[in-house]
Nanobody, 115 residues
Framework: QVQLVESGGGLVQPGGSLRLSCAASRTIFNIGAMGWYRQAPGKQRDFVAAVIIGGSTNYADSVLGRFTISRDSANNTVYLQMNNLKPEDTAVYYC?????????WGQGTQVTVSS
């Protein structure tokens, strides 16, 4: 089992940047995949980005080239660097850890992109 705590959300103007952090309660060295999802009001939760054990990454088409996911196993933390933010990026962002067949979620952090 693993507890996840997200931080770093906030209000930012279009074109701005934010870095989200996801701190895990235990080592992430052997967690197969860690990722970020987001959910806008009235919409389903969607995949944003994932980093697989070994370091390969996957991104949703809508964020490719703007967002970068990374994992710091020494500090049990996963980051999501978000650049050139757009109003449509506004959502609650959730961290996810896939441990075998089980998925664990954080409580989410709000990102609002508005002028």
């Amino acid at each position: 089992q693993v507890q996840l705590v997200e931080s770093g959300g906030g209000l930012v103007q279009p074109g701005g940047s934010l870095r989200l952090s996801c701190a895990a309660s235990r080592t992430i060295f052997n967690i197969g995949a860690m990722g970020w999802y987001r959910q806008a009001p009235g919409k389903q939760r969607d995949f944003v980005a994932a980093v697989i054990i070994g370091g390969s990454t996957n991104y949703a088409d809508s964020v490719l080239g703007r967002f970068t996911i990374s994992r710091d196993s020494a500090n049990n933390t996963v980051y999501l660097q978000m650049n050139n933010l757009k109003p449509e990026d506004t959502a609650v962002y959730y961290c996810n850890a896939a441990v075998g067949p089980r998925h664990f979620w954080g409580q989410g952090t709000q990102v609002t992109v508005s002028s």
